[in-house]
């Protein structure tokens, strides 16, 4: 390999296609340009002679200084010129930028990849020998890269970080994935997203323990990716005890070996039950729980094949004993007319069809009656205000701390109209943020608002709670779309400080107390 160094014309050379460093642009490239515009070219460029392409010259390192001098409009530019070959050319070069501490994490992990793509898998640790760089770090980095689009988009825009993606490598099969992504996503639209910390125990909370299984786990998952425990040799990632990340295949297995072995069991063989029954894969409506309201098991149950007990995939035990079976078959055995019904799991024609038709009907003949009863009675009589005051105080008796709704009927009209703002200010302020959900929620409060003529756009003012959940650049934001900077009080609020360089509570701090008046200046948000 022949080496020379050379001042080379900037049109004489061509920028590498193996590059993995694709961006080339915004104020660090201006800086440097700046840079070299005062000072020139400190360190020279490395370049490779190319024979038969329209340019003589083909980088291998130092793109940046290249793209750089010609933004500084130099002609020329110092460089080393080696002989390479194209192997020689692109290991150096992407060695060279994996060691640059400006590469983005995107290109870093395509670098990986491409290195790997070219060399094979076998590459990995004569690649971490070059750079330093973990083999496990390599791998990690290289399989985020088969993440979904969607994933690799929010790491790009800053909305997910490595520690979320690599939580995700940890997933083997695609259903897990995909719900698993989409509570990110959920966390991300209505909220503030989630930790990786909250993300790796959603994963873990979801991925059943190997100590579960009844399978012969140690040999069957000894070498498998989805075994934690292997997943933290080639990777690097912590869990919970050992698990598998593909709930998929572990529920395979163990339907497969639970089938043929269920009698086997000291489940089975405990509670007397014929078969299993993943709890995920029913209703509570579809499977008929015995010791529930002291219900036993019957004689026909026995030999039923729908005699079961409930069990997560994980093995633990949800329901020891339990129907499958028919909804009549159970009622008759729990819940018997005769002893016949008892015996066989059958229904005695002779005896009554279900305990809850009287009040069943009786309420369906109420529900008509009293509409009807309701029409003969004029809108201003008491009565019907009285009424009004019930079905509120019932809705919300928690609230009005009223115990019997009912009671108040026996109260004179006079007594009723003092409880009637109260009542109404309380059901109006209720749900959502003030402590739970449902209620008379926000948006009914908003149109209520609208309704007294309370005008947010006129009338609402920041505060040091809302500003406090906003980031520095959001309340810089705020500052710049109101012009408050520029208003004299806070001038001289700031004394020719850097509001830049303030803290978020020195920030907070000046926005709230430097005197400029805040209201009418309404964040967008909170007009929407």
Known sequence: MTTNFREIALEEIT???????????????????????????????????????????????????????????????????????????????????????????????????????????????????????????????????????????????????????????????????????????????????????????????????????????????????????????????????????????????????????????????????????????????????????????????????????????????????????????YNAITNPKSSKEKETGERDPEAPRAAWHGEYFRDVFLCKRIPEALAGIDAEDPKVKALLLVCAVHGNQSDINVQNPAGLLAKNYAELRKLFKDVIKKIILSGQHTGGWGGFGTDGRRRVAEYLGIDLAKEYVVDAEYLGKKTKAEILGFCKKFRILGHPKAKAWLKGADPAKLKKSELVDFVLKSGVDLVGRVPSEILK
């Not at 579960?212 to 912590?238: H, M, R, T, W, Y």
């Not at 070996?257 to 995920?280: D, H, M, P, Q, V």
Request: hydrophobic content about 35%; overall charge positive; glycine content about 8%.
């Open 15 to 329: 920028p590498s296609p193996f590059n993995p460093r694709k961006v080339f642009s915004g104020d660090k490239l201006a800086e440097l340009a700046e840079s070299i515009g005062q000072k020139g070219v400190i360190e020279p460029i490395i370049v490779r002679p190319i024979k038969g392409g329209k340019k003589p010259y083909e980088i291998v390192a130092g793109g940046r200084r290249f793209h750089a001098s010609a933004l500084a409009k130099l002609r020329t530019i110092p460089a080393i010129v080696r002989d390479l070959t194209d192997d020689e050319a692109y290991d150096f070069m992407l060695i060279e930028n994996l060691q640059r501490e400006d590469l983005t994490d995107r290109e870093e992990a395509e670098s990986f990849k491409a290195y790997i793509g070219r060399h094979g898998d076998g590459a990995i640790p004569d690649l971490a020998e070059k750079t330093g760089i973990a083999q496990g770090y390599i791998r990690a980095r290289t399989r985020i890269l088969d993440l979904p689009a969607a994933v690799l988009k929010a790491w790009g825009e800053d909305k997910l970080c490595f520690g979320h993606l690599h939580q995700l490598l940890r997933i083997q099969d695609e259903p897990g994935l995909g719900q698993t992504t989409k509570w990110i996503f959920d966390r991300m639209r209505w909220g503030d997203g989630a930790t990786v910390k909250e993300l790796r125990t959603y994963i873990d909370d979801r991925a059943p323990a190997l100590s579960g299984a009844f399978f012969k786990a140690k040999n069957v998952c000894a070498a498998c990716l989805s075994n934690s425990a292997v997943q933290k040799d080639l990777f690097d990632v912590e869990t919970k005890g050992i698990r598998c990340l593909n709930p998929t295949c572990f529920k395979k297995l163990q339907t497969e070996w639970l089938t043929a072995n269920w009698k086997s069991t000291a489940i089975a063989k405990r509670e007397g039950t014929n078969g299993f029954r993943f709890n995920e894969d029913h209703g509570r409506d579809d499977i008929h729980n015995f010791y529930e309201w002291g219900a036993q098991p019957g004689k026909k149950c026995v030999s039923c094949p729908e005699f079961v007990s409930v069990i997560e995939i994980s093995g633990k035990v949800d329901q020891k004993k339990a129907c499958a079976g028919k909804k009549e078959c």
